[in-house]
């Protein structure tokens, strides 16, 4: 069974940071390209940050340059983004994502960020 189980989000102030978790089972963690996403209500859910494989590779989203930093650890089947920085258009439901030829989706954990 598949599972993909965020954590680590709540309720911080401009300029502090938060450490999002996503811990995967029920499949092969370390074939999979990990992400994160996040979706404010009404809106797409928007690519926040992506890391291949074997983690050797990450893009991110212009707006979470220089702030977001993602990183995994295939060995606790676990993929970490770290946010500094944060602003309250940070604010939304954050989703990890796991891909190879299919994709699997977590349940989210909410991240807001208060002015």
């Known amino acids: 069974q598949v599972q993909l189980v965020e954590s680590g989000g709540g309720l911080v102030q401009a300029g502090g940071s938060l450490r999002l978790s996503c811990a995967a089972s029920g499949f092969t963690f370390s074939s999979y390209v990990m992400s994160w996403y996040r979706q404010i209500p009404g809106k797409e859910r928007e690519l926040v940050a992506a890391?291949?494989?074997?983690?050797?590779?990450?893009n991110y989203a212009d707006s979470v340059k220089g702030r977001f930093t993602i990183s995994r650890d295939n060995a606790k089947n676990t993929v970490y983004l770290q946010m500094n920085s944060l602003k309250p258009e940070d604010t939304a439901v954050y989703y990890c994502?796991?891909?190879?030829?299919?994709?699997?989706w977590g349940q989210g954990t909410q991240v807001t960020v208060s002015s």
């Open positions: 890391i291949s494989s074997a983690g050797s590779s990450t």
């Open positions: 994502k796991a891909e190879l030829r299919v994709h699997y």
